[in-house]
């Protein structure tokens, strides 16, 4: 089965001229047609288009000919970008090319099939989408995490090579996690946010969700690089990420932070990272406790910054340039309130209102100036804990992934969620969440995520680090 393989495993088939593009865009197309109506994976794929870009594709080229799946929050130009949302899903389609997907056809790579998410990226379950909710390809009773979650359950139910997803506070890393596929972030700027639906815009970006390591790093390759049209983007030279793949990690000094093996971790989830913790050290890397003290401010500072930012970006969905309009509007005001409350689901609502209220005169100075300095010290936190130490590990998530619907009426159980991951967007670091066991609920195993944090521009010692453990397994 071609879309349960790898891309550095096609990339040898291609290149001895076993199989052609069009082989696995039809055979991935064939595994979207017999699974995607349990899953909800895709929102929609053209496989005219995907086999038009196979059959003219240079299979020389790095990632010639090999179908790549996209978050439906990244313009790909004349397809449709939903966001997961009604106020985009009716008759929006692209006019233009992200900047990541124009370096993916540069390196040969073909854009095949719209991933359901969270609506507008807000959320950890993928139960967020106003089009329709998607399910852990482990267990279909259970969510495959968010908003990312058609990205990770595509790639881990075998529906796609490798994905792109994006990541304001753990949307790669987290449903990686509880899917049990590799999802990589990137230091903020590596990769171009242009033609990404705007979120929180200091913290959104976007990365890879693969089956490897190596194709984590293959992609990646690719992927980064400086873009003009992106004020955001580093100007700085991309490394070979592929030469990190495959070197020891003797001596590597891996942080165990105090503040993220915390009580309220499920047992299970805490005993496969320990687990994974004494296999670094059995590989030759130095174990050492460090603390980030401000990690419990975390939480609560992001969703004071990521719903301020969200409530100035989403203002440009009015109803009257392009999306939901709507039809009962008797005036001007009335189509602005009328078009964004029929248009914003429920979760998307409740983060524009509070967006809004920190951002409101009297309460600027007292939520969202002090958020930013709360934000500096987590930073902070980072700096000096990498003056000792090359990588941090914790859990992915404290949680395996829990039942659709579990959380729905308890937002604040499902933000917590991502506590161990947000801090790592805060501070604008590259972090991987790589496989590292399992925990076995009602009688189905499910993935637990072992997260690796780097330095900034940093990503190299990650994936060392992240495929020395992964080969392990």
Same mark, same amino acid.
């Given at each position: ?143 495959? !995490?968010?908003?990312? &979650?058609?990205? /990770? *359950?595509?790639? +881990? ?6 994905? #792109? =997803? ?97 009580? !309220?971790?499920?047992? &299970?989830?805490? /005993? *496969?990272?320990? +687990? ?6 059995? #590989? =030759? ?189």
């Amino acid at each position: 089965m071609l879309a349960a393989s790898s891309i550095v495993e096609l990339r040898k088939r291609l290149l001895a001229r076993e199989i052609s593009p069009r082989d696995i865009v039809l055979d991935v197309s064939k595994a979207i047609e017999e699974r995607n109506h349990e899953l909800g994976a895709y929102l929609s794929w053209d496989v005219e288009a995907a086999l038009t870009e196979a059959d003219s594709a240079d299979i020389q080229a790095p990632l010639g000919g090999i179908p790549l799946a996209v978050k439906d929050n990244i313009n790909v130009s004349g397809q449709p970008c939903t966001c997961g949302s009604r106020i985009l899903g009716e008759n929006y389609r692209a006019p233009y090319d992200a900047g990541v997907i124009q370096r993916m056809r540069q390196g040969g790579g073909v854009p095949f099939g719209r991933l359901n998410m969270d609506e507008f990226a807000m959320g950890s379950s993928t139960e967020n989408s106003a089009l329709g909710i998607t399910r852990n390809p482990r267990d279909l009773s259970r969510v495959p !995490g968010g908003s990312s &979650g058609g990205s /990770a *359950a595509a790639v +881990a139910g075998n529906l796609a090579i490798a994905a #792109l =997803g994006s990541d304001t506070g753990g949307s790669i890393r987290q449903p990686a996690a509880l899917c049990g596929c590799v999802g990589i972030k990137p230091t903020y700027g590596r990769i171009s946010r242009y033609g990404l639906v705007a979120f929180a815009s200091s913290l959104d970006q976007i990365g890879p969700l693969t089956r490897t390591v190596e194709d984590a790093a293959l992609l990646l390759n690719h992927l980064c690089g400086h873009d003009r049209h992106d004020s955001t983007s580093l100007n700085v030279e991309t490394p070979d990420f592929m030469s990190a793949v495959g070197r020891d990690i003797k001596g590597v000094r891996v942080g165990l932070p105090k503040e993220y093996f915390i009580s !309220g971790t499920h047992p &299970g989830v805490a /005993a *496969a990272v320990q +687990a994974a913790i004494r296999q670094l050290e059995s #590989l =030759g890397a130095i174990i050492e406790e460090i603390s980030l003290p401000h990690t419990e401010l975390g939480v609560a500072t992001y969703y004071v910054l990521a719903p301020a930012e969200a409530s100035a970006n989403l203002a440009r969905f009015d109803g009257v340039r392009y999306g939901h309009r709507s039809d009962r509007a008797g005036d001007l005001l009335e189509q602005y309130m009328l078009s964004r409350s029929e248009g914003f689901g429920p979760e998307v609502r409740r983060r524009i209102l509070l967006g809004t209220y920190v951002l409101s005169s009297g309460y600027y100075d007292a939520y969202y100036i002090r958020a930013q300095k709360a934000r500096t010290l987590i930073r902070g936190d980072f700096i000096e804990a990498f003056k000792k130490v090359d990588v941090i590990v914790s859990p992915t998530s404290p949680m395996p992934a829990h039942k659709l619907g579990e959380l729905k009426e308890n937002p604040l159980a499902a933000y917590l969620e991502d506590v161990f991951t947000i801090p790592v967007n805060l501070a604008g670091l590259p972090g991987v969440s790589v496989p590292c066991g399992d925990v076995v609920l009602d009688g189905v195993s499910l993935p637990v995520g072992l997260q690796i944090v780097g330095k900034a521009l940093d990503e190299s010692t990650l994936l060392q680090v992240a495929h020395a453990f992964e080969q392990t397994r």
